[in-house]
Every structure is written in C-alpha cells, then in structure tokens.
C-alpha cells in the first residue's frame, strides 16, 4: 500500500480443504506455511517495491485459526525486525469494513462517510456494525449461534454440492425460483441473528422430500438453493433495515465473504432504491480474506504511528477492538 492505494493483492488458495467438506485447521496452517514466503515476494515485485523501501509490516492478529495466524504473526515479526521497521497489528474483522477504503492507481473508490453502518457476513461472522471511523467500531448486532456463511456452507454439504457451498450456492441460486420452498425464519429480539433454526428446518425438509424422492435434490437443486438464499438475504435485510430505522444513518455498507453473493448484493440495491439509502458493495477481489484490507487499516495506523509490540500474541476469538 502507499497511503490507502493498492500496489499490489496476491492470494494463494487452499483447494486442498475441498476434499473434505470444511476448513482443516493443520492443513490451513501448513499451506500458510508453504506459501507465505512466496506469496511476500511476489507481491513486492508486482508493487515494484524493494524490501528496503517498506515503512512497516502489517499482519493479522485475529481472530481467526490460531495455527494460521501463528505463521503470519512470526513471519511478520521476523521481517520487521531484520528491516528495523515498526510492526503494525490488525483485527481481521476491522480490515473487512475498511476494504471501502481501498484506492487503486488512477482510481478513487467511493468511501462511505462517518458514520456509517455496515453488515458484516462471512463464514464466521454476521454483524451489524455502526462505523463511527477507522478505530472506533461498534457492535450493534451479531449472531448468537451460526453465522450466514456457516449456514450456506452447511447446506450446501448435506445437499452434496460441494464446499465451499457460497459460490455453489450462488450460481444455482440465479436459475432457481426463490419463492418454491419455504424454511424457518428465526424470531430473535433487537438486532441479533440466529441461523441455527434455519439450518434445522433447512435437514429436516431436506430429509422428507428425499424420503419421498431419493433423486430430489438432483430434479430442484436450483430451486433449494434459490429458496434457501432468499431466506438467509431476507433474514440479514429485515435486521439491517431496523438497524437504520434506529440509527437513523442511511448510509450502509456490506463487507466479508458473504458479501459476493449476487442475491445479497441484489437486495442493497433493491433497499437503496426503495428505503433512500446510499449503498457501497465491495469488489467482489475485497470481499473473502485478502491482504489489501489489512494494508488499508495499517494506513490509517502508520499515520497516527499505532505500532504494536514485538511479543503481540494472535487471537482467535476476539471479535472487534
């Protein structure tokens, strides 16, 4: 990063989890291993940046899987110190609502103004999260059990799609009738979610209709997977929207993997236009995990010389700072 523009983003997928339904933490944690000295250099030289050139080292301190984070927490504290530069911590979370902030070269991406509200939905988290600048953040509402992406990853398995089950999902959801079948929609309080009911209700439809067909799910997949999305869209948009009505801020936000989601992007712009909000949806290369939205918040703590110190420890449960 210079400044919040993007010099350079490489990934490096893990297609090996794909074998077995679900994130496996050892193998996440050895491919992080194997990848993560290459992944640096690649990304310098793309930048056209020199090691030496580099003001600080930013890492992701949690929360996350703890063997994953344990080797970018000790790769970044050995490249800072061998570079005498600060080292510079980052909530994982806080660098998915920043991805807004993100600049390309010759290119400025719109940025939701203070304060904004922003969802948060990925494979471990839904929150809704007011916004009131880069290092204040504040909960407003959050799953009490199963996030969205766990839900979609969840049914897609016991559908016998495939994992991940977001992008499946998603592309059998375009060709489906979102109205054909109806699931549970869980009746919690203020604006907390819930996705364990839905997941439930979601097995034992499932189970009855194979029961009566064993080749059910193959003849209505695209109309499951539509029905399904549009229950989990409906039940993330109604908490939202009262998240508005509350605040009063109108200026809303979504962030996190979920977030590339077609049906879920459709229903901003839906909102936007039928509620008056001002809506910002990120590239769909900002939405699952990525180096660029930790750059974007090392930014904004480089400027106010927020370092953190050597010893920093990485955790894995700690939702927001």
């Known amino acids: ?16 989890h794909e074998a077995y339904g679900g994130v496996v933490p050892e193998l996440a ?43 970018g927490v000790n790769f970044a504290k050995g490249f ?9 911590d980052v909530n994982h979370l806080q660098g998915h609502v920043m991805a807004h902030f993100i600049d390309e070269p010759e290119q400025e991406n719109p940025h939701p103004p ?30 009490i059990d199963d996030a969205a992406g766990e839900a979609i990853d969840k049914c897609s398995k016991v559908m016998g799609l495939g994992y991940p089950g977001g992008p499946i999902i998603d592309r059998l959801a375009r060709q489906g009738n979102p109205k054909a079948y109806k699931f549970s929609e869980p009746h919690i309080p203020g604006l907390d979610y819930s ?12 189970q009855k209709w194979v029961e009566d067909d064993p080749d059910f799910v193959e003849h209505h997949k ?15 948009m109604k908490k939202l929207k009262l998240a508005v009505k509350q605040t009063g801020i109108k200026h809303v936000a979504v962030a996190g993997g979920v977030s590339a989601n077609n049906g879920l992007r459709n229903a901003f712009n839906d909102y936007a236009k039928r509620f008056g909000w001002t809506v910002y949806i990120p590239k769909f290369s900002y939405t699952t995990d990525n180096a660029a939205m930790i750059g974007c918040v090392a ?16 955790y894995s449960k700690v939702t927001m700072k």
């Open 1 to 16: 990063m210079q400044g919040t523009t993007l010099l350079s983003n490489v990934t490096a997928s893990q297609k090996v």
């Open 299 to 314: 930014s904004y703590k480089l400027k106010d010389k927020d370092y953190c110190s050597i010893d920093a420890p990485a």
């Open 222 to 236: 695209e109309d499951i997977a539509a029905s399904l999305e549009w229950t989990i869209v409906d039940i993330l």
């Open 114 to 143: 203070f304060p904004f509200l922003c969802l948060l939905v990925s494979g471990g988290n839904s929150q809704i999260i007011k916004v009131n600048s880069y290092d204040d953040m504040e909960i407003l509402g959050q799953t």
């Open 29 to 71: 944690s050895r491919a992080h291993q194997q990848n993560v000295l290459p992944v640096v250099d690649q990304a310098l030289k793309q930048a056209g940046v020199k090691k030496e050139q580099l003001s600080a080292i930013a890492f992701t301190r949690g929360p996350g899987l703890m063997g994953s984070l344990l080797v």
């Open 80 to 88: 800072a110190r061998a570079l005498n530069i600060p080292l510079i």
């Open 195 to 206: 996705f364990s009911g839905l997941k439930t209700s979601f097995l034992y439809s499932l």
